[in-house]
């Protein structure tokens, strides 16, 4: 089956580490999948989302501090497929 896969990043400047200025690592990513129904054919759709957080050892090490940023993913539809495990 055909797979579509739409990546979702965060902006330039929204890259960077709030507290300390240094470019956020990608650090996982969360997949959801949809059904995409088009006359004789069925896509999936796959929205990747990377999460970020900073790398320097003074924000991560406090837990307060110890953010991880991602962009805003699209609306979930009402039919889910399957679950990535």
């Not at 200025?21 to 959801?32: A, D, Q, W």
């Not at 989302?49 to 307060?64: D, I």
């Not at 991602?70 to 679950?83: C, D, E, G, H, N």
């Given at each position: ?19 300390c ?12 999948e ?14 990747i ?16 501090l110890?953010h ?18």
């Open positions: 089956m055909l797979v579509e896969i739409v990546e979702h990043f965060l902006s330039e400047n929204e890259q960077d580490c709030p507290q200025g240094k470019n956020l690592h990608i650090m996982g990513k969360e997949i959801r949809e059904l995409k129904l088009i006359p004789a054919k069925a896509i999936i759709v796959q929205h989302r990377y999460t970020r957080r900073c790398c320097r050892h003074q924000c991560s090490a406090n837990r307060l110890a991880c940023f991602a962009m805003l993913m699209p609306a979930t539809p009402a039919v889910i497929v399957r679950k990535m495990i």
